[in-house]
């Protein structure tokens, strides 16, 4: 069966780091792109980062540009998200994604990210 497991979430004061990670099993890898969105209280989901299957290409909200890094290792089947440089509104639930033929196909569970002094 499908899964992504995520890990590295957590409570960090601002301008701190966080690495998330992103393990899957029970699917090609390789075969799909892969997102990370978030969603904070009161908000809709929204999209924070995704990379292509062999990771030659990227594209980031606004918002984290600069401060985060989308990353995949295809060997370990596994999509990371570097987040540096922390903000208050950096404060949501992230949620790994695969995505294939264009269609957002697998979720992860979410791990909670909080930012505050």
């Known amino acids: 069966q499908v899964q992504l497991v995520e890990s590295g979430g957590g409570s960090v004061q601002p301008g701190g780091s966080l690495r998330l990670s992103c393990v899957a099993s029970?699917?090609?890898?390789?075969?799909?792109?892969m997102s990370w969105y978030r969603q904070a209280p009161g908000k809709e989901r929204e999209l924070v980062a995704r990379?292509?299957?062999?990771?030659?290409?990227?594209n980031y909200a606004d918002s984290v540009k600069g401060r985060f890094t989308i990353s995949r290792d295809n060997l370990k089947n596994t999509v990371y998200l570097q987040m540096n440089s922390l903000k208050p509104e950096d404060t949501a639930v992230y949620y790994c994604?695969?995505?294939?033929?264009?269609?957002?196909?697998?979720w992860g569970q979410g791990t909670q990210v909080t930012v505050s002094s």
């Open positions: 990379i292509s299957t062999a990771g030659g290409s990227t």
């Open positions: 994604n695969a995505v294939r033929m264009r269609v957002n196909v697998y």
């Open positions: 029970g699917f090609t890898f390789s075969n799909y792109a």
